[in-house]
């Protein structure tokens, strides 16, 4: 067998040896040894084509572009946590605040890495890769030069050191120094973008981030929202006759920079009508503004005028001076005025889709935030019209099927504000569009941070579970939660009513350990949960599970069992335990259940009593049927004397029971 083998594998060697050698005799010989610009020369010198073929040296590649093709070959993992949470596999959230917990601590210890690098960086100058990677050595932000020059002036603007600065620039003026008016706007720039005082960086001493807290002021409390970062809640206050406007009175030549900057300082500041009483000054003095001065004067103005007239008559009024000084509107600008008209009320319906239409006209492409304003704009209640919701759809058909940058800080609400819309007016269909639109090459990125992540998922998800089947929704169930979203009680809550609706309750067990996985363990939750397992009667196996999955529940309302506070009994969870333990033939259990209403002074209810007494009645269990009825007495519930006279009726007594039970209606008699 094995020579044969032998023999047919030197035939076909020679046969394929034959065969080479006669197609290498008959066609040309290739070789595959030609360089690109060989190819390109041959090219060139054939003359017999009609036109000429040049085959480009190299094409030039992104730096990401071979990770950005490894990365499209990979699906995301639905069972995966957060690709954040990855390098340590023991602080993989399992719960929300596990996720906002363990993100914040990485994010702070890095915080807290750059602060000493940066602060030290003569400690970390050991340079271990190779080769030589700038970005990860340490930052120099100290200052290097000492003297009074303008080389000094420029460090302290390049090192954003606000104060710092401004003490060079006081210097170089008593010194007599004149400065160029670029340096002295990039002073302006760096005064007007921080509201004259220092930048509160992550990496700066904690000690540093008390100083100067009179300048800063805490914004009235909002309406329900995310935790806001300290950044948000703290403002800069643009201060009367600060540093900005000292130094822009100081400048003996001012351009349209130098008004521009005091502008868009005040408006980001919020002193606008210190803004257009700079924009007049402006005008006064012969100059024109440029592009981003009208944006911020635009988005300035719904807070200077009271009606929504006046609102809209100072926006187009800005809008014609742009035109008189032949400034070109850009992607920012008609980003402004859609949202100036999110404030002008009735008006902004009949205007935006003329802005929209002129911002086509001008051949710019519009970013997320435009559509996210329109549909602010149309779609704004729950109580808008069928009109208003087509606004949608016609927004999904300009945007389906492509892939958006980030041009706007507001195009991040765009997805956010769209699902919004599809819950309110419970369109699956279009809640299906926007979440494949979301999918469509980098989009996913628009969705914002954690929370707004979170939230997306969550409006998908409750009108998944009150809109589709529950086997649909099951499989987003999977796809979705834990790796994208972690669902809160309520998300929770939307299932267990889809699996009711549906009538797939023998899902609760399961829905069961995820949510206990998951530290939504809550009273409310656990309670409508047993509630749903007693409600209906269901089959042994069934009945079964839910006995365990209810003996499991009353592990978390015993102290000490678990990390967090034991749960409290209400009359409601433990009655739906008791009926579930009964239903499954377990008496013992049930029975340990009812001593538990004793120990909580809770009460059960009369339909538990009986139902006890018919489980009781098929094992034929007198002196259980007695201590019931004592158990019933001694809550004085009205059923009492029914029990006696079932007991009396239904069981083989002896003297000593019906003495007790005698005593026990006389009792009740007396009660009544």
């Known amino acids: 067998m094995a020579s044969s083998g032998v023999h047919a594998g030197r035939h076909i060697y020679q046969k394929s040896t034959i065969f080479l050698s006669n197609f290498e005799r008959i066609c040309p010989r290739r070789n595959f040894a030609w360089t690109v610009s060989a190819c390109q020369k041959a090219a060139v010198a054939s003359q017999g084509s009609s036109e000429e073929i040049v085959i480009p040296r190299k094409k030039t590649w992104n730096k990401e572009a071979v990770l950005q093709a490894l990365a499209a070959t990979v699906k995301r993992d639905p069972t995966a946590s957060h690709y954040m949470f990855q390098d340590d596999p023991y602080l993989i959230p399992r719960t929300s605040g596990e996720f906002k917990l363990y993100s914040l601590s990485q994010e702070s210890g890095r915080s807290a890495a750059k602060y000493f690098i940066n602060t030290y960086p003569k400690f970390f100058q050991k340079d271990f890769a190779e ?7 340490p930052e120099n932000f100290q200052l290097q030069i000492e003297e009074v020059s303008e080389a000094a002036l420029v460090e302290r603007i390049q090192l954003r050191k606000v104060k710092a600065a401004v003490d060079m620039y006081d210097q170089l003026m008593q010194s007599g120094t004149t400065l160029s008016l670029d340096l002295t706007n990039d002073l302006l720039d760096l005064i007007c973008l921080y509201g004259d005082q220092d930048p509160k960086q992550d990496d700066t001493d904690p000690e540093q981030r008390a100083e100067d807290a009179e300048e800063v002021q805490e914004e009235p409390k909002k309406g ?3 935790p806001r970062r300290a950044s948000e809640i703290i403002r800069v206050v643009w201060r009367e006759n600060n540093n900005a406007e000292r130094i822009f009175n100081l400048m003996p030549e001012r351009d349209s920079r130098s008004y521009g900057a005091l502008i868009q300082g005040m408006v980001r500041h919020e002193a606008f009508a210190k803004a257009f009483s700079t924009y007049t000054d402006l005008l006064n003095n012969r100059l024109t503004a440029d592009v981003n001065t009208f944006n911020a004067l635009i988005s300035a103005a719904p807070e200077l005028k009271e009606k929504y007239v006046e609102k809209w008559e100072l926006i187009l009024d800005l809008l014609k001076q742009m035109v008189e000084q032949n400034v070109r509107p850009n992607l920012l600008t008609f980003n402004a005025v859609l949202k100036a008209l999110r404030r002008c009320g009735p008006i902004s319906r009949s205007q935006a889709p003329l802005v929209f239409g002129e ?58 504000n769209a699902m919004r819309i599809c819950l309110e007016h419970k369109d699956l269909e279009q809640a299906y569009r926007v979440h494949s639109i979301l999918q469509e090459g980098d989009n996913w990125k628009m969705l914002g941070d954690s929370y707004q992540q979170n939230l997306y998922f969550g409006r998908f998800f409750n009108l998944l579970c009150m809109m589709e089947h529950i086997d649909v929704i099951l499989k987003w169930y999977k796809e979705l939660i834990p790796s994208m979203y972690f669902p809160n009680p309520q998300g929770m809550r939307d299932l267990l ?45 069934v009945q079964e599970a839910f006995a365990e999955c209810a003996l499991d529940m009353k592990r978390r309302f015993v102290p000490g069992t678990s990390n967090k506070p034991a749960l409290e009994w209400t009359a409601s969870a433990l009655g739906s335990a008791t009926a579930i333990l009964l239903a499954a033939q377990r008496r013992p259990q049930a029975w340990e259940m ?9 009460v059960p209810s009369d339909a538990l009593m009986q139902e006890f007494m018919s489980s009781i009645k ?37 003297e000593e029971q019906k003495e007790a039970l005698s005593s026990l209606e006389f009792s009740s008699d007396d009660t009544m």
């Not at 009812?594 to 809770?602: A, V």
């Open 131 to 137: 080769p030589h990677i700038p970005c990860l050595m």
């Open 359 to 416: 911002m086509t006209a001008l051949g710019i492409k519009p970013s997320l935030a435009s559509y996210n304003h329109i549909l602010s704009i149309f779609c704004r209640t729950s109580t808008s019209t069928q009109g208003h919701t087509g606004m949608l759809q016609d927004v999904l058909n300009r945007i389906s099927g492509s892939s958006f940058e980030p041009q706007d800080p507001e195009d991040m609400l765009f997805f956010l």
């Open 594 to 602: 009812m001593q538990l209403f004793k120990d909580n002074n809770r």
């Open 224 to 226: 329900r929202g995310r």
């Open 497 to 541: 009513q889809a699996l009711d609706t549906d009538g797939r309750l023998d899902l609760v067990p399961q829905i069961w350990k995820d949510i206990k996985q998951m530290g939504l363990d809550r009273v409310e939750l656990v309670e409508e949960m047993l509630s749903l397992m007693a409600r209906e009667k269901h089959s042994a196996e």
């Open 618 to 654: 098929e094992v034929q269990d007198a002196r259980q049927a007695v201590e019931l009825v004592q158990l019933s007495a001694g809550f004085c519930l009205p059923t009492t004397p029914a029990l006696v006279q079932r007991v009396q009726q239904e069981f083989e007594l002896t």
